[in-house]
Nanobody
Framework: QVQLVESGGGLVQAGDSLTLSCAAA?????????MGWFRQAPGKEREFVAA????????YYADSVKGRFTISRDTAKFTIYLQMNSMKPEDAAVYYC????????????????WGQGTLDNVSS
C-alpha cells in the first residue's frame, strides 16, 4: 500500500523554481509525525534535504538548500510541500518524501515510511 504520494517533479532550468507535494494516502494521515524530504542523485547516497515537525512550527534544512528551499505542511490536507527556488544542476535527483515519529529520527534517516520518489532534473 502506498502511504505517501509525491508529485510535482519535472525538468527545469538552473535558476528556476519547482514545488513538490507529498500527500498521505491509504488511510494514513501522519498528523503527529515529523515529515520531510530526502534526495538521491545518480551514484550518490540518499541525503536529507528538509524536515518539518507535526505542527509545522519547526523546520530543518540541509546546509546545501538553506535559504533556497522551503518546507511547509497543510495539516488539513495531510500534505507537505517543498518549494525549491534558485535551483542548481546539483539539485537534480530523485526526491523522496518521508515520515517518522519525530523530526530528530527523521533527520538521521530513521524513517518509518518512504514515498516512491519523484524525479527532478535541472539543466544548466
Amino acid at each position: 500500500q502506498v502511504q505517501l504520494v509525491e508529485s510535482g517533479g519535472g525538468l527545469v532550468q538552473a535558476g528556476d523554481s519547482l514545488t513538490l507535494s507529498c500527500a498521505a494516502a491509504s488511510g494514513r494521515t501522519f498528523s503527529s509525525y515529523g515529515m520531510g524530504w530526502f534526495r538521491q542523485a545518480p551514484g550518490k547516497e540518499r541525503e536529507f534535504v528538509a524536515a518539518i515537525d507535526w505542527s509545522g512550527a519547526n523546520t530543518y534544512y540541509a546546509d546545501s538548500v538553506k535559504g533556497r528551499f522551503t518546507i511547509s505542511r497543510d495539516t488539513a490536507k495531510f500534505t507537505i510541500y517543498l518549494q525549491m527556488n534558485s535551483m542548481k544542476p546539483e539539485d537534480a535527483a530523485v526526491y523522496y518524501c518521508a515520515a517518522a515519529p519525530g523530526t530528530g529520527s527523521l533527520r538521521l534517516g530513521n524513517v518509518e515510511v518512504w514515498g516512491q520518489g519523484t524525479l527532478d532534473n535541472v539543466s544548466s
